[in-house]
């Protein structure tokens, strides 16, 4: 499918949107009753929690970021920007704090979302071309 460079079928896209799924949970419930993030740039003492989650949060931004930018059709590029957008909130939320940053919460939130809704529209696509396929 020349559409596609990245979730080139079902499964991946599957497995795509599982992630996207688990992180839009992790990130709601951040939202609702998270502790709030005072960030590395407030605080003198940064634990070592705080650090390794900074660490994850570039190298997943990082890697999706060179995911947006192979990937081909729109869809497969609006997937992986809202994802890449959330995790780099999430970056910046560690960093700056909420205080400096205090709506990252609520843009994660909503990239995810975002990126729940068009990993369907992709999975739906796949589905559609394969029933399409059978009957032919």
């Known amino acids: 499918m020349g559409e596609f460079a990245i979730l080139t079928n079902r499964k991946r896209a599957v497995i795509a949107l599982v992630h996207s799924i688990v992180f839009l949970c992790l990130a709601t419930w951040q939202m609702i009753g998270g502790t709030p993030?005072?960030?590395?740039?407030?605080?003198?003492?940064?634990?070592?929690?705080?650090?390794?989650?900074?660490?994850?949060?570039?190298?997943?931004?990082?890697?999706?970021?060179?995911?947006?930018?192979i990937s081909r059709g729109w869809m497969e590029r609006a997937y992986f920007a809202f994802c890449t957008?959330?995790?780099?909130?999430?970056?910046?939320?560690?960093?700056?704090?909420?205080?400096?940053?205090?709506?990252?919460?609520?843009?994660?939130?909503?990239?995810?979302?975002?990126?729940?809704?068009?990993?369907?529209?992709?999975?739906?696509?796949?589905?559609?071309?394969?029933q399409n396929e059978s009957e032919a």
């Not at 634990?47 to 999706?64: D, K, N, P, Q, T």
């Not at 843009?107 to 394969?130: D, E, F, K, N, T």
């Open 37 to 69: 993030a005072r960030g590395m740039l407030a605080v003198t003492h940064i634990s070592a929690g705080v650090w390794i989650l900074g660490a994850v949060y570039v190298i997943v931004s990082a890697i999706l970021f060179w995911l947006f930018a």
């Open 85 to 130: 957008v959330s995790a780099a909130s999430g970056l910046l939320r560690t960093i700056l704090g909420d205080q400096a940053f205090h709506s990252a919460r609520y843009l994660r939130v909503v990239m995810l979302g975002s990126a729940v809704v068009v990993g369907l529209m992709v999975i739906r696509l796949h589905s559609q071309l394969v």
